[in-house]
């Protein structure tokens, strides 16, 4: 692989992964706290927080406090703008975006 290409392969990685989707579908409808996630979806807390982290650092949702809780909500993305591009188009779109964020490893 050249040097300087970009790697949109991590950012389908991130979504290559049947609960993630599931969480992305679910704040498609709407924002979610993770204890509604965890309920909707029937997974584990830890499962649930895990994969949300991951969806974060890839720019894919955000989270904003209230009150106690913190709750999800999905960014606009691949996922959501629909101008009719095609998939690469749109990824290059995320990766333009989030460059530096999306492939951060820590
Ligand atoms: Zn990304």
């Given at each position: 692989m050249k040097a300087d290409s970009t790697?949109?392969?991590?950012?389908?990685?991130?979504?290559?992964?049947?609960?993630?989707?599931?969480?992305?579908?679910?704040?498609k409808k709407g924002p979610k706290s993770v204890g509604?996630?965890?309920?909707?979806?029937?997974?584990?807390?830890?499962?649930?927080?895990h994969s949300l982290a991951t969806?974060?650092?890839?720019c894919f949702v955000d989270s904003n406090r209230d009150g106690k809780k913190i709750v999800y909500s999905l960014r606009e993305t691949l996922l959501q703008n629909n101008k009719g591009e095609d998939l690469f188009e749109?990824?290059?779109?995320?990766?333009?975006?989030?460059?530096?964020?999306?492939?951060?490893?820590d």
């Open positions: 790697p949109y392969h991590l950012c389908l990685d991130v979504l290559g992964n049947p609960l993630r989707i599931e969480i992305i579908k679910e704040l509604e996630l965890t309920k909707v979806l029937g997974e584990e807390q830890s499962k649930v927080s969806l974060k650092k890839c749109a990824l290059e779109i995320h990766a333009k975006e989030h460059k530096g964020k999306c492939w951060r490893r």
